[in-house]
């Protein structure tokens, strides 16, 4: 079973995936590697990715309540890749301790396991076959995770590799017409909202411990893989 939490996820998609592996080097965009790299590496970053400089006031924001882990990796103002890197692989070695397999969010992976670092500099990952099968249980576990390693990383971390407004229409649109392949309805030019109602019908807000149909989360992973991005955006 596959767990959708708000922390790995921009927008109205599930999470995506990876685990993490490592053999010192750095994976190429779409790779994936075979050790787990909190156990082999040391953050080191990747300098074709770069860094993002945090403005001053939202730096004040993102640091109040939270985790020391995370304080540690961006108190300095800047967020580097190895930085978001580390925080990444030790989400996924908290999801494992907890009994969660991780593995790639690819479907052409098969559901490989390995790390998939994409070409905009970011990792995607999600949590499956976890042995908590009542989402009451598993989500609160999965987000414990990322509240402590890595949910403003990655939210930071997303700004700074976001989609064009073109990139998210086209991945808009192409959502869309996956939607309608599969005989559901799906405006030929749909917003975030569409998929905010397509999601969670009628209001487009969920009720308690909803989830989305799993034939739209099938969509949305393939469309978010196919155009390399977080999330179908709002």
């Known amino acids: 079973m596959s767990y959708r939490t708000a922390a790995c996820c ?5 999470v995506f995936a990876l685990t993490g592996c490592g053999s010192g080097r750095h994976p190429a965009p779409g790779a994936t590697a075979a050790v787990h790299p909190t156990l082999s590496r040391a953050p080191g970053g990747n300098s074709r990715f ?13 640091l109040k309540g939270l985790s020391a882990f995370q304080t540690n990796l961006i108190k300095d103002g ?12 030790a989400t996924i070695q908290c999801y494992e301790d ?10 052409a992976s098969g559901g490989a396991p390995g790390p998939r670092l ?10 499956v076959s976890a042995p908590h099968a009542d989402p009451r249980v598993g989500i609160p576990m999965l987000n414990r995770c990322s ?5 403003t990383i990655n939210f930071l971390w997303a700004g700074k590799t976001a989609p064009t407004a073109k990139d998210a229409q086209d991945a808009r649109d192409a959502l869309g017409a996956c939607l309608r392949d ?4 799906a405006p030929m030019h749909p ?9 969670y019908p009628p209001t487009g807000m969920p009720t308690a411990n909803q989830l989305p149909p799993a034939w739209y989360l099938d969509c949305a992973r393939r469309i978010a893989v196919q155009f390399d991005l977080p999330a179908i955006p709002g």
């Open 78 to 89: 800047v967020l580097t890749f190895g930085e978001y890197e580390q925080a990444t692989f």
């Open 98 to 107: 907890a009994g969660f397999t991780v593995q790639s969010a690819d479907p």
């Open 182 to 185: 599969a005989g559901h309805d």
């Open 118 to 127: 994409t070409a905009r500099g970011r990792y995607d990952y999600a949590p």
């Open 191 to 199: 917003s975030g909202s569409d998929f905010a109602r397509i999601e």
């Open 10 to 14: 921009i927008g109205l998609i599930a």
């Open 147 to 151: 509240d402590k390693y890595s949910s």
């Open 50 to 62: 770069g860094s993002l400089k945090i403005p001053p006031a939202q730096l004040a924001v993102a």
